[in-house]
């Protein structure tokens, strides 16, 4: 088992910032990948920003400038730092990581999510 806890998130003015933090805990003996993802109501679920074990970065067109991925492999923590913030970029966002477990299995685990809304 391998759990994700999301912190961060909350309002925030357009134009202001916010930083988002998921810490990965239980069997894990690698995480290959995290990544953010965020769900607006009423749309699809959509890849925000990845980062692999190598600190290979990947980001949406719409966030590229303005999101940051980052990770700590010692610590098993990823980051989202989130600049100059519109209100299109309100959403729940949540954590994800894919590797191996200790008993050697493959796993892609969520976080709970976290409520972000911009005003503008």
């Known amino acids: 088992q391998v759990q994700l806890v999301e912190s961060g998130g909350g309002l925030v003015q357009a134009g202001g910032s916010l930083r988002l933090s998921c810490a990965a805990s239980?069997?894990?003996?690698?995480?290959?990948?995290m990544g953010w993802y965020r769900q607006a109501p009423g749309k699809q679920r959509e890849l925000v920003a990845q980062?692999?074990?190598?600190?290979?970065?990947g980001y949406a067109d719409s966030v590229k400038g303005r999101f940051t991925i980052s990770r700590d492999n010692a610590k098993n923590t990823a980051l989202l730092k989130m600049n100059s913030l519109k209100p299109e970029d309100t959403a729940v966002y949540s954590c994800?990581?894919?590797?191996?477990?200790?008993?050697?299995?493959?796993?892609?685990?969520w976080g709970q999510g976290t409520q972000v809304t911009v005003s503008s």
């Open positions: 239980g069997n894990i003996f690698v995480i290959s990948a």
């Open positions: 994800n990581a894919a590797g191996v477990t200790t008993s050697n299995q493959p796993f892609n685990s």
């Open positions: 980062i692999t074990r190598g600190g290979s970065t």
